[in-house]
């Protein structure tokens, strides 16, 4: 097996920081699509 | 279609089946064959996790989902970002850490033997009949408009699929879905862009259009446990049916136990979650902006061609009644959308909202034409129409330039085919790590797991080839399965939440997960009848309560 070669507190790190851009992108997109419905829907 | 479109096909093909057979290198034991030593990168996996799941009718099916009903399904996945961050701080560290092949395998050591066979007999079950389901209905649908004979569709698919699955394991699985993933990607944004492009109003004036006719309309907040897209549906049972669908089909969790630690683990998984929403947008909206395309060019009455081959040669009279309806109605529309343009263009709000109100009339008509039509069409064929997955194949034949057919077609293989390999790699890998090593021939070498995992991938790609062929006949079985599939999803994933809680027994995780199963057969049977996005919530509920009640009821052994 080949071995980890990332450091477990720079993985958490990473996790962390893709975990808070994750929470960013979806809030963005269901703003953009609440947007969408808000502009176009009569 | 033009001979290079065709080239365009056949290279992919080509291109696909080499590659996969070249990462056979790397595959010389079972845990690289099956888990590529666990070595894989985050975004590998992460692409190999949304190719797995974007599956060909995604493509085709979604796609007339959104011209024909709009963008209220992506409600169906705002659970999955939830899903994801959960999974990876509980379940994600449990199984891959344990090390194991399988997640039921992990079950054998929490809990005991029968609840580990029965969960992956359940999977085997579900998958090796929906396996053939996933080449069936990409295969009906390249059948109905080239004109094929069912079992070609199936084996243009199938069979280079079968190939680099079998020689390549998993490894070939993984690289081929991230480019295909590529190739899906580009496919979509190109298609988007040439709608764009060819509409002769602004983007602005389509997405006005198109909301007229409510195909803006997102968000529905009502609270109805009877309706599939709702907000709520969306995020509670949406959440519990990806928890169950990423966190307990070994498809999916085989996908992350090959990345290289935990953390690259969870962030494959967090991929998925930053992009799925937004791809899934993307695809409902060029179903939005193709219905705009149809309205400034003649749409047919029947997208689906066997249908309408077959409605002309049974009821040819009806059928030119309808056609000369329909060419009325159509005229009005596009009469009364341009009046919309205009208006819009010249800015007057009042004569905006009656032309509006005109246009939507005028589209009520011809609604009311086609579906007329689709009815004949049942009535003819004696099964329920299911046109809306002919509308983008249609738009593609009919409307794309030459080159991106060939593109768009080799997507829908591409998106067919990742699904179709993650499946035959998962199911190959619960045959021979759940049964036959566990059962049949415990102290077998490593070269003989690995002989015997190729002939299983083989076996089982053989098997879903035989299925999809037969799928037409085999409907109503396939739906009875199917159906039975979705009875445990939920319940099996309420006996991983059983094995985080340490009082929890093995007799509580076994006649939990029957209790589950049977709760779910209620529901779905009407006593009370909910939409299907919350029998995972009421079987995992299920299980844990029974699970922790009847553990909390058996003496601690002495």
């Known amino acids: 097996m080949i071995p980890d070669p990332t450091p477990p507190d720079l993985g958490s790190r990473r996790f962390r920081r893709t975990l808070l851009r994750v929470m960013a992108v979806q809030v963005a997109t269901l703003l953009l699509l609440w947007l969408l419905q808000a502009r176009y829907t009569g | 279609m033009h001979p290079l479109d065709w080239v365009i096909i056949v290279v992919y093909l080509v291109y696909v089946l080499v590659d996969g057979v070249r990462r056979a290198k790397g595959t010389r034991e079972l845990e690289g064959y099956f888990l590529a030593n666990r070595s894989l990168p985050w975004w590998a996996v992460g692409l190999s996790v949304m190719a797995t799941q974007l599956s060909a009718i995604t493509l085709i099916g979604t796609t007339g989902q959104g011209a024909t009903d709009g963008m209220r399904f992506v409600q169906f996945y705002f659970g999955l970002p939830l899903a994801m961050v959960i999974l990876g701080v509980t379940l994600v560290p449990f199984l891959h850490g ?13 809990f005991d033997a029968k609840t580990r066979s ?30 094929w004979d069912l079992v070609w569709s199936v084996a243009l698919m199938g069979i ?8 390549g394991g998993v490894q070939a699985v993984t690289w081929v879905d991230v480019k295909q993933m590529v190739l899906i990607v580009f496919a979509l944004v190109a298609v988007a862009v040439i709608l764009l492009v060819e509409l002769p109003v602004s983007p602005d004036d389509a997405l006005a259009i198109a909301g007229a006719t409510g195909r803006a309309r997102v968000f529905d907040f009502s609270f109805d446990v009877n309706q599939t897209y709702t907000f709520w549906s969306g995020v509670i049972g949406g959440t519990f ?3 169950s669908y990423f966190g307990t089909d070994q498809s999916q969790v085989q996908r992350y136990l090959t990345a290289k630690s935990v953390d690259e683990a969870r962030s494959s998984l967090l991929m998925s979650a930053y992009w799925k929403i937004p791809l899934q947008a993307l695809v409902l909206l060029v179903g939005v902006l193709v219905f705009v395309f149809y309205l400034f060019q ?26 000369t309806r329909y060419g009325g109605v159509l005229a009005e529309r596009r009469a009364a959308v341009e009046v919309v343009a205009r208006a819009r263009d010249g800015g007057d709000g009042p004569a905006v909202t009656v032309a ?46 030459l080159g991106l057919v060939g593109i768009f077609i080799a997507a829908v293989l591409a998106a067919a085919m990742s699904s179709i390999a993650a499946e035959l790699n ?25 002989l015997v995992s190729k002939a299983a991938t083989g076996l089982w790609g053989v098997f879903a080839c035989v299925v999809a062929t037969f799928a037409a006949t085999l409907g109503s079985l396939i739906e009875v399965v199917n159906r039975f599939g979705s009875f445990f999803y939920g319940s099996i994933l309420g ?21 589950g199963m049977a709760a779910v057969a209620a529901v779905n049977f009407g006593a009370p009848s909910v939409s299907f996005l919350w029998h995972n919530v009421i079987g995992a509920v299920t299980v844990v309560g029974v699970g922790i009640l009847l553990s909390a009821m058996q003496r601690p052994a002495s």
């Open chain 2, 98 to 110: 344990a090390k194991v092949f399988t997640a039921y395998e992990y079950l054998e050591r929490r």
């Open chain 2, 118 to 147: 029965l969960t992956s007999f359940l999977f085997l079950l579900a998958r090796g009949m929906s396996c053939g389901t996933i080449i069936a209905a990409p295969a009906v649908v390249f059948s109905a408009i080239f004109g």
């Open chain 2, 160 to 167: 280079p699929t079968v190939i680099y699955t079998m020689i």
């Open chain 2, 241 to 243: 049916l990806m928890l």
């Open chain 2, 298 to 323: 003649a749409p047919p009455l029947l997208f689906n061609p066997a249908d309408e081959r077959a409605v002309r040669r049974a009821e040819p009279g009806a059928l030119a009644a309808l056609e």
């Open chain 2, 356 to 401: 509006l109100d005109r246009f939507k009339a005028r589209d009520a008509d011809v609604e009311t034409v086609r579906g007329e039509a689709l009815a004949l069409a049942e009535r003819v064929t004696g099964e329920p129409s299911r046109d809306v997955n002919y509308v983008m194949p249609w738009f593609v034949l009919h409307h794309l330039p």
């Open chain 2, 426 to 450: 998962s199911l190959a890998t619960v045959t021979v790590i759940d049964f036959y090593r566990r059962w049949v021939r415990p102290e077998g070498s490593d070269g003989h797991y690995l």
């Open chain 2, 495 to 515: 006996v991983f939440l059983l094995a985080m809680i340490r009082r929890a027994r093995p007799v509580g995780a076994f006649v939990g997960l029957i209790a």
